[in-house]
C-alpha cells in the first residue's frame, strides 16, 4: 500500500508557490552549507553516549590507539572525521581487541 499525502491549495498562483519552494530551499540550502563549514568535534562525554559506551571505555580506546584523539589541557577532542573513520574500520568498536 502506497503512502500517499493530498495537499490542497487554495488562493495561490502557481508563481507564488513556486516562490515559497525557492525561498524554503535556499533556507534549507544556507543550513546546510552552514553545518557543513564547521569542523565538529566531540568530548569523550559525547563520544560515549554517541556509541552508548562508558567514558573508560572511549579512553581506552584512545590509549590503545583505536580511536584518534587530540589532547588540549586536560581534555581528550575527537573530530567527527575521525570517529567516522574508527568506525568504518570496525564494524563495532566494542568488540574489535
Given amino acids: 500500500m502506497e503512502n500517499k499525502k493530498t495537499i490542497l491549495l ?5 508563481e507564488e508557490l513556486k ?4 525561498s524554503d530551499l535556499r533556507l534549507e540550502i544556507e543550513k546546510l552549507i ?16 554517541l556509541l552508548r559506551l ?4 572511549i579512553y581506552s580506546y584512545i590509549r ?3 580511536l584518534s584523539a587530540t ?9 567527527a572525521q575521525d570517529l567516522d573513520k574508527a ?3 570496525v564494524k563495532s568498536l566494542k568488540y574489535k581487541r
Fill in 87 to 89: 568506525h568504518a574500520e
Fill in 34 to 49: 552552514i553545518k557543513a563549514a564547521k569542523p565538529q568535534n566531540y568530548t569523550v562525554q559525547e563520544v560515549a553516549k
Fill in 64 to 66: 590503545r590507539g583505536m
Fill in 71 to 79: 589532547k588540549i589541557g586536560r581534555k581528550y577532542i575527537i573530530a
Fill in 19 to 22: 516562490e515559497l519552494i525557492i
Fill in 10 to 14: 487554495y488562493n495561490i498562483t502557481p
Fill in 54 to 57: 562508558s567514558e573508560l571505555t
